[in-house]
T-cell receptor
Framework: RKEVEQDPGPFNVPEGATVAFNCTYS??????FFWYRQDCRKEPKLLMS???SGNEDGRFTAQLNRASQYISLLIRDSKLSDSATYLC??????????FGTGTRLKVLA | DGGITQSPKYLFRKEGQNVTLSCEQN?????MYWYRQDPGQGLRLIYY???????QKGDIAEGYSVSREKKESFPLTVTSAQKNPTAFYLC????????????FGNGTRLTVT
């Protein structure tokens, strides 16, 4: 079993739709969690950290479920510009970050 | 603006040649990392360094070497021993804080023929 798993997609959604991605992790001692956005042939860029109580940044909401060992990302009112690959990252030690393989999102006009 | 600079953006080499990828950061981060990304495989850790003059192997260190002579710099050498060097290489850094995310440079795309 991979340490961090994501559904690769693609998720094809119409503009304005709400879409959610999950990311499961296997190490219960994992400390910190992050969502990154990666555009084609570009570097990953931090979208948001994921806090225990859940957090929101505009149209984006991140949740952490420690009991079931997954994090989620919800995107409301999808825009064409949201089309990208979304990577989750799990920090399991002071210097150990493990990434999922990413979920591709295509927002259709 | 603080950030991580990788150079060059694109690099082409013949098989059998060593090549060095540059990574410089001005974020005053202690830790620096090198990842490799191949299509459909996500990010895989090559090497990381917690402090100057110290570094540790990651999951796929074979065929690579690094140095950390300055806090700001963490160059990666892809040697001729690396069997499949063509990939997208990403340098990253982080602070020591508990919930510090990784910050990435803009990557170097290496093609070896």
């Amino acid at each position: 079993r991979k340490e961090v798993e994501q559904d690769p997609g693609p998720f094809n959604v119409p503009e304005g739709a709400t879409v959610a991605f999950n990311c499961t992790y296997s190490n219960s001692a994992s400390q910190s969690f992050f969502w990154y956005r990666q555009d084609c042939r570009k570097e990953p860029k931090l979208l948001m950290s994921v806090y225990s109580s859940g957090n929101e940044d505009g149209r984006f909401t991140a949740q952490l479920n420690r009991a079931s060992q997954y994090i989620s990302l919800l995107i409301r009112d999808s825009k064409l510009s949201d089309s990208a690959t979304y990577l989750c990252a799990v920090k399991t030690g002071t210097y150990k970050y493990i990434f999922g393989t990413g979920t591709r999102l295509k927002v259709l006009a | 603006d603080g950030g991580i600079t990788q150079s060059p953006k694109y690099l082409f080499r013949k098989e059998g040649q060593n090549v060095t990828l540059s990574c410089e950061q001005n974020l005053n981060h202690d830790a620096m990392y090198w990842y490799r990304q191949d299509p459909g495989q996500g990010l895989r850790l090559i090497y990381y360094s917690q402090i100057v003059n110290d570094f540790q192997k990651g999951d796929i260190a074979e065929g690579y070497s690094v140095s950390r002579e300055k806090k700001e710099s963490f160059p990666l050498t892809v040697t001729s021993a690396q069997k499949n060097p063509t990939a997208f290489y990403l340098c990253a850094s982080s602070s020591r804080s508990y919930n510090s995310p990784l910050h990435f440079g803009n990557g170097t795309r290496l093609t070896v023929t």
